[in-house]
C-alpha cells in the first residue's frame, strides 16, 4: 500500500498480539455480490466512468482490447479499496486508477492494466491472492504478488530491502511487476507534498538510488524523466528553484529551436523524405546539467529536435541531407541504432549549426524507437504473447516465452543476490550495482559456443571471471583480451573478447588484492567469502620486493660437443649461455678467448651479429651422449605453492635443477627461470609440456639471455 494511503477500519483491527494470524486469515468474499454493490443498477452492463480515460487512454494503442476486464478488475478494486483514504483525503481507489492510467498511456497491454488496478488488494484490503488468480487468471496474480509488499511485522526493519529483492526476483521472470511498481512510485511522488518532510525525502533518495537507476536500465524514459525532476525538487530545491526560474526567463529559446525546425522541415521535404520534426523541451533536471557543464546557456539548450520517420534507412538519410545541408558538431554524433543501448534505447543523436549560428541537438529515430525510448519494456508489451510474422524475432522453441525484456545487468543482479542473505548487504550491494550507469558487452572465447557477458562500464577480467563462471572464478588465473596474456586487474572495453584462464584443481584462491579490481557485487561478494573462509589467504605474505635470488644446485656436465678445427680436436667446446642449445638443436660455433668454442642454436641473434662482425662461424657436432643441460623460462600468473608445483612437475620427469631464479611479481605475474640438467634431450619436450600443466602457468619457453663480453 502506498504510504500516503489510511484505513480507519482496518488500523484498530491490525493491532494486538494476534494481529499477524488475523491478517493472514482472510475471509472468503463473494466477488459476485461485491460487483453489484460496487457497480449498482445504474452502471450495469457498461464500464464504470471512473475509468473512461483509462479505458480511451488504452483503446489509443490497442483497439482491439477487450475492456471487459479492465472493468470486473475495476469492480473488484473500488469495493476492496472502499471506506481507505490517502493522506490527501481523496479516496484510495484513485491511486490504484491513477497508476493504471499512467501505464495505459504507456501503451501497456491489458494484463498489465488488470494488476495496476488490483496492486494493492492483497497487500491492503481482505482479498486473497487466490482470488486474483481464480478471478482473473495467473498471470495477473504472479504481477500483484509480486508488487505486495512483503509483512514489516515479519520483516521488521528489513521489509524495504526484503520487499525489492521480491519485487527483483518476480521482474526476473516478468517484467511487467517492475512496470507497474515504477508507475505506482511516479504517482506516490507526485502527491509526496501531503507527507512531513524528513519521510519525504527518505523517500525520495530510495527513488533516486533504486527505483530512477531501473527505470533508466528498464527504458522507461518518459517515468525516468518525471522522477527525477520530483526528486531534483525534493532533494535539491535551491537548484530545483534556480533552475525553475531561468527556464521561465527563457521562455523564448522554443522560438529559436521552432526555426531551425522549419528549416530542417523544409530541407527534408525538397529531399522527398517524408518526417516529423517536434521541438522537445528539455526537463529540469536536464537543463540542470546542461548548465553544468556548458555553463551560460544558449537558446538552443533548452531543447532538442526529434524527427521522427517510418523506416530505419529514413534515419541515415535524414542524417545526410543535415550534415550537407547545415554545419553538423561532429563530436555529437553517436549511432545508437547500429548498436543500441543496453536498454533497448535506438536513435541518431547529432548536433547541426544554422547559418546564424544558433546550434541544435537532433535526435532521428522511427516511430518504433520512438516508442520504446519513451516507455521501453512497457512498450513490448507480454513477454509470454509470440512475436508476430515479420517483427525480425524468431518465435521460442520448446513452449519458452520469447523475452528481450531479460537484460544482462538483471541476470547478473539476480545472480549475486542470491549469495547476499544479510538485507543490508543486499541493500548496499544493490544500491551500488545501479549507480552504474552504463553497461558493456564483452564477448566470451572459451573454445564453447560463441556467448557474450554484459558488465558495468569499468568492469575488469575479475569481474568477467565471476559473471561467467561463478564460484568456479575463484582458481581464475589470468586472461586473454582480444588474444594477448593479460592479467585479472585489465579493464575491459565494450567489445572486448574474453578468454578467462582456470585452473584445473581447487587449490588456488583470490587474493585480498582482487577486491580492488572487482567492480560488480556479484565478485565482490563472492571474493569476500572466500577469503572470510579462508582467512590465512588474507594473512599470506606479500611478494618480496627484492631484487631476485639465484639457488645453485650440483653441477653436472653438459652434452658433449665437438668443434672440426684444424690442427686442434681436443678445443673445449660449451652451448652458449644466450640460446642453451640442447641435442638435436641445429647448431653453429664461433670461437672465443682462451680458443674455446662456444655453440649456439642456429636461430639465436647472436649468430647473425658475430657474423656481421665478420667472425667466421665453427662447425660443431653434438656427441653421442645424451645428456644435456638447457634452460627454461616459465611464465605464470602468481600464487601460493607456486615455485613447489613446478619443481615437482620437473622432479617427475626425472630432470635436476641445476639453478632456479625467482623475480618478483609484476601486475600478478612472475617468471622463474631454470636451469635443468636432462638425462635424455628427447625429453625436453615432454619436460616442457609438464610445466605448462602446472596451474597458473601460461607459457614455458627456452631461455634468450644476452651474449657475454667473452665472445
Known amino acids: 500500500m502506498s504510504a500516503e494511503a489510511t484505513n480507519p477500519v482496518s488500523a484498530a483491527e491490525a493491532t494486538g498480539p494476534d494481529a499477524p494470524n488475523r491478517r493472514r486469515a482472510r475471509p472468503r468474499i463473494d466477488l459476485r455480490r461485491l460487483g453489484r454493490a460496487a457497480l449498482g443498477p ?8 471512473a475509468i473512461g480515460h483509462v479505458a480511451e487512454a488504452h483503446r489509443a494503442h490497442h ?19 472502499r471506506g481507505q483514504f490517502r493522506k490527501s483525503g481523496e479516496p484510495y481507489i484513485t491511486h490504484p486508477l491513477a497508476v493504471t492510467l499512467i501505464l495505459a498511456e504507456l501503451g501497456a497491454e491489458t494484463t ?32 500483484v504478488d509480486g508488487v505486495t509488499k512483503v509483512e514489516k511485522i515479519d520483516y521488521g526493519a528489513a521489509a524495504e530491502p526484503e520487499t525489492f529483492r521480491k519485487m527483483l526476483l518476480a521482474t526476473g521472470n516478468d517484467v511487467r511487476v517492475m512496470s507497474i511498481k515504477l508507475a505506482d512510485r511516479l504517482h506516490n511522488m507526485r502527491t509526496l507534498g501531503v507527507m512531513r518532510p524528513e519521510k519525504q525525502v527518505r523517500i525520495a533518495k530510495v527513488t533516486r538510488d533504486v527505483l530512477i537507476p531501473l527505470a533508466e536500465r528498464l527504458g522507461v524514459q518518459a517515468l525516468k524523466t518525471e522522477l527525477e525532476d520530483l526528486v ?68 538552443g539548450d533548452f531543447g532538442r529536435l526529434l524527427v ?47 547559418p546564424d549560428g544558433a546550434v541544435a541537438e537532433v535526435l532521428i529515430r522511427t516511430h518504433q524507437m520512438h516508442k520504446v525510448a519513451e516507455a521501453g519494456v512497457v512498450a513490448l508489451g507480454n513477454p509470454y504473447t509470440p512475436p508476430t510474422i515479420g517483427d525480425g524475432v524468431e518465435p521460442a522453441e520448446d513452449g519458452e516465452r520469447a523475452d528481450p525484456t531479460r537484460p544482462g545487468w538483471l541476470s547478473r543482479l539476480l545472480d549475486w543476490q542470491e549469495s547476499t542473505p544479510d538485507p543490508d548487504t543486499f541493500w548496499t550491494s544493490l544500491r551500488a550495482d545501479l549507480a552504474e550507469d552504463q553497461e558493456i558487452t ?21 569481474d568477467a571471471a565471476y559473471a561467467q563462471h561463478g564460484a568456479a572464478a575463484h582458481n581464475c588465473l589470468g586472461a586473454r583480451v582480444n588474444g594477448r596474456l593479460a592479467t585479472l586487474s585489465t579493464v575491459l572495453n565494450d567489445g572486448d573478447t574474453v578468454q578467462l584462464l582456470l585452473a ?83 647448431i653453429t660455433g664461433f670461437q672465443v678467448r682462451g680458443g674455446s668454442v662456444t655453440a649456439h642454436r642456429a636461430g639465436c641473434a647472436a649468430v647473425g651479429a658475430m657474423r656481421r662482425l665478420g667472425r667466421a662461424p665453427v662447425t660443431v657436432r653434438w656427441g653421442d651422449t645424451a645428456e644435456c643441460r638447457v634452460t627454461l623460462v616459465a611464465e605464470a600468473f602468481g600464487r601460493p605453492r607456486l615455485l613447489a608445483d613446478l619443481t615437482e612437475a620437473i622432479a617427475g620427469e626425472g630432470v635436476a635443477v641445476v639453478s632456479a631464479t625467482v623475480e618478483p611479481p609484476v601486475e600478478q605475474r612472475v617468471r622463474h627461470t631454470y636451469t635443468l640438467q636432462l638425462p635424455d634431450a628427447a625429453g625436453l619436450p615432454a619436460l616442457m609440456r609438464a610445466m605448462r600443466d602446472v596451474p597458473g602457468v601460461y607459457d614455458v619457453n627456452r631461455a634468450r639471455h644476452p651474449a657475454t663480453h667473452e665472445e
Open 308 to 354: 521522427l520517420v517510418a523506416e530505419d534507412a529514413d534515419c541515415y538519410a535524414v542524417l545526410g541531407e543535415l550534415h550537407t545541408c547545415f554545419t553538423p558538431v561532429i563530436s555529437e554524433f553517436k549511432d545508437f541504432i547500429a548498436a543500441p543501448k543496453f536498454n533497448l534505447y535506438q536513435s541518431l543523436h547529432t548536433a547541426v549549426a544554422a
Open 442 to 462: 564483452v564477448f566470451r572465447a572459451d573454445g564453447g559456443a560463441p556467448g557474450t557477458i554484459s558488465l558495468p562500464a569499468g568492469a575488469s577480467c575479475v
Open 504 to 586: 584445473q584443481d581447487s587449490t588456488s584462491g583470490p587474493s585480498p588484492g582482487w577486491l580492488e579490481h572487482a567492480r560488480t557485487p556479484a565478485a565482490r561478494i563472492a571474493i569476500t567469502a572466500w577469503l572470510q573462509a579462508h582467512p590465512e589467504a588474507v594473512k599470506a605474505p606479500e611478494a618480496d620486493p627484492r631484487p631476485p635470488v639465484s639457488v645453485t644446485a650440483d653441477r653436472r656436465s653438459g652434452a658433449k660437443l665437438h668443434a672440426d678445427l684444424p690442427g686442434a680436436p681436443a678445443t673445449a667446446v660449451r652451448p652458449a649461455g644466450c640460446c642453451t642449445p640442447v641435442p638435436p638443436d641445429e
Open 63 to 81: 483497439p482491439d482490447a477487450d475492456l471487459a476486464v479492465l472493468r470486473r478488475a475495476y469492480v473488484l478494486a473500488e469495493f476492496s479499496h
Open 232 to 299: 531534483f525538487a525534493i532533494l535539491h530545491p535551491e537548484e530545483y528553484e534556480n533552475t525553475r526560474a531561468l527556464i521561465a526567463e527563457n521562455t523564448g529559446a522554443g522560438d529559436d529551436l521552432a526555426t531551425i525546425a522549419d528549416s530542417v522541415s523544409a530541407v527534408l521535404r525538397e529531399a522527398d523524405i517524408a518526417a516529423e520534426v517536434l521541438v522537445r523541451p528539455r526537463h529540469f533536471v536536464s537543463v540542470h546539467r546542461v548548465r553544468l557543464k556548458r555553463g551560460d546557456l544558449r537558446g
Open 42 to 49: 445504474t452502471t450495469r452492463g457498461r464500464l464504470p466512468d
Open 112 to 143: 498489465t492494466l488488470t494488476a495496476a488496478l488490483l496492486h494493492d488488494t492483497v497487500e491492503d484490503t481482505e482479498v486473497t491472492l487466490d482470488q486474483v488468480r481464480e478471478e482473473f487468471g495467473a498471470e495477473v496474480a504472479y504481477l
